[in-house]
């Protein structure tokens, strides 16, 4: 998979589509485009403008998230979790899902119903979950 | 005659290996360990499996030694300690048997210790089911699984062989340091396997009040020894988590703050944590604030001290309880309610206990039965060790 980690700002809104129609479940689940290490540039041009309003979650709260993975299950300092990082994957049993899930709570300030903690199964889903749950509150 | 079958399907690479855990196959059965109840099948195998060897075990694993099904009221338990399994031959051969999904999954996993746990449960559920397919071998390797609605794994038997498939549920729960598997006939099982030593990253009290039921809550406040109150929570966690994976409705369906597991202590009523004097004659019992009570009086449950390292709970659904829907008159169903009526006015009187027998397996090398032995110790809950 290409990887484009949203490291700087202007590649940002770009990462940010590209992310969207590597087809994960969200309200565009029309389109599902398995990239296998190829890069599209013009396809993400024609389809940023229509993603952008659905976007994924800010790069620091996938960050966030990272960081608190990687203490609950006290990974590593060189393992790599990114939003890609599915949860199982990392080693995290529904013990450890629970407490991350809690130290996300506190952290954010939010409160994650069971049903929503259900369908997370990588970091990039508890950030969009968390932005999503802010803004929310907020509203 | 198993070496000679053995020695003739061996390929060259790895046939020192091969050999080595024939003869060690062979030696543990004329020690006796499971010899009468494998030596006759063993003549049927050598017949049967003579055809059935260079289709099943192509990388020259022996033969898995066939288990009859748990009968409707028993419950069989399997684990593996992946500290036991260092062959790196075998495990390269475990790896044949997963499927090409699994394979991926296992590729992605990061971590040499939960890599290697997360191949084991996949091996031991494998495994497990094709050892009670005793009319025909089944390579482990040719199953196939599927989740239902609710997300519970369970096997697929539409492309599997040709014979009736055996009304058999399973659930596995693994830690990196060991992997179990439990199989019953009919009813639905749930297990979760714990490290005694897991600690909490967050606090017990905070983590309880936010996920757990208000007598919960309560009965773990009231402990004041911190370790013993860590105990505790693990063991409830252990017995909530298999709960609502026998259930197999997924966590949502049954929030863990719905719903209250205690033990009861039989004959004497009243509640108590789950490490009493009584151990052998408390009851576990599940309440919920939701559902109406014959739902929960459903369910049984075992908490079992396993290898000296883990906390082990199983949960079954009890035979009768599929419902009033399937007996055959009113008057079944008059009788019935009359009977639980009659056990709740004498509250506390023992149950029914879970019929279970306990193995330690390496797959195709070791089968030992623990059962009744110190490496499995019941803590709680009516359990009859076979």
């Known amino acids: 998979m290409a990887s484009v980690t949203g490291t700087s700002a202007c590649m940002t809104s770009l990462s940010c589509s590209f992310k969207q129609t590597q087809g994960r479940i969200s309200s565009v689940n029309s389109v599902s485009l398995s990239i296998n290490g190829k890069s599209f540039p013009s396809l993400r041009m024609r389809s940023a403008p229509r993603f952008r309003v659905s976007c994924a979650a800010k790069p620091e709260t996938v960050d966030k998230v990272c960081q608190i993975v990687k203490k609950q299950l006290a990974l590593p300092a060189d393992t790599t979790v990114t939003g890609e990082s599915k949860f199982a994957a990392l080693g995290a049993d529904s013990l450890d899902t629970v407490e991350i899930v809690m130290g996300l709570e506190e952290e954010f300030g939010i409160s994650v119903e069971e049903e929503s903690a259900q369908t997370i199964s990588t970091v990039q889903d508890a950030a969009d979950l968390i932005e999503k749950l802010i803004e929310t509150k907020s509203a | ?386």
Request: charged share 20%; glycine share 6%.
């Open chain 2, 1 to 386: 005659m198993v070496l000679v079958l053995g020695a003739g399907c061996c390929f060259v690479k790895g046939y020192v290996v091969e050999h080595l855990l024939h003869f060690r196959l062979l030696a543990k059965l004329s020690q006796g360990r499971m010899f009468s109840f494998v030596s006759k099948r063993l003549s049927l195998m050598m017949m049967t499996k003579v055809c059935c060897f260079q289709r099943n075990f192509s990388s020259a694993l022996p033969p898995l030694v066939p288990v009859k099904l748990p009968s409707k009221m028993e419950t069989h338990f399997w684990y593996v300690l992946p500290d036991e399994v260092k062959s790196e031959s075998l495990l390269s051969q475990y790896s044949e048997l997963l499927s090409p999904r699994e394979k991926k999954n296992l590729y992605h996993m990061q971590g040499d210790q939960f890599k290697k746990s997360a191949l084991l449960a996949r091996v031991l559920v494998r495994t497990t089911i094709a050892r009670y397919q005793t009319n025909c071998q089944v390579n482990p390797r040719s199953l196939k699984f599927k989740k239902t609605i609710y997300g519970k794994p369970e096997v697929d038997w539409e492309n599997g062989d040709k014979w009736c498939p055996p009304p058999l549920h399973f659930n596995i729960s693994h830690t990196s340091s060991l992997v179990a598997c439990g199989v019953t006939v009919n009813v639905p099982i749930g297990i979760d396997v714990e490290e005694k030593q897991r600690r909490l990253k967050n606090k017990i009290l905070a983590f309880a009040k936010r996920y757990f039921s208000p007598d919960e809550v309560k009965l773990l406040t009231a402990i004041s020894d911190p370790e013993i109150q860590r105990q505790e929570f693990i063991k409830l966690w252990t017995l909530k988590e298999a709960y609502v994976k026998a259930v197999g409705r997924g966590f949502s369906a049954a929030p863990f703050n719905t719903f209250t597991i205690r033990a009861r202590v039989v004959k004497m009523g009243g509640f108590h944590h789950f490490d009493t004097q009584h151990s052998e004659a408390s009851e576990i019992v599940v309440e919920s604030s939701d559902d109406p009570e014959n739902l929960t009086r459903n369910w049984q449950f075992a908490l079992l001290d396993l290898a000296g390292s883990h906390y082990a709970a199983i949960c079954i659904e009890k035979e009768n309880s599929a419902g009033g829907v399937t007996q055959n008159s009113n008057v079944i169903n008059m009788w019935n309610c009359m009977v639980e009526v009659f056990c709740d006015f004498f509250a506390g009187e023992a149950g029914v206990p879970m019929r279970l027998t306990v193995w330690k397996t390496i797959p195709f090398v070791e089968d030992e039965r623990v059962s009744g032995t110190g490496a499995v110790v019941p803590i709680s809950g009516l359990i009859k060790q076979l």
